[in-house]
């Protein structure tokens, strides 16, 4: 019997994040996307896009807006 595997549409990015709760009671994360075949920019973009969701929902980090001074 003949195994195939159906994909439809273009590959999602996978994201991963890692959240971190520290001794004050902030929050950090870090975050991480790939996705074979997606140009630089899309990644970028879904990793704005946590980013934002994340300091809406737990707040600013300590790190500065990188995203925004370039």
């Known amino acids: 019997m003949e195994e195939r595997t159906i994909t439809q549409g273009e590959p999602q990015p996978e994201l991963r994040v890692k959240l971190e709760r520290g001794q004050r009671g902030g929050y950090g994360w870090e975050i991480a996307a790939s996705c074979p075949g997606h140009d630089v ?17 737990f707040g600013p980090t300590d790190a500065p807006d990188r995203a925004r001074a370039a």
Not at 41 to 57: F, G, P, Q, T, Y
């Open 41 to 57: 920019d899309s990644l970028l973009a879904v990793i704005e896009d946590a980013d934002r969701k994340l300091r809406e929902r």
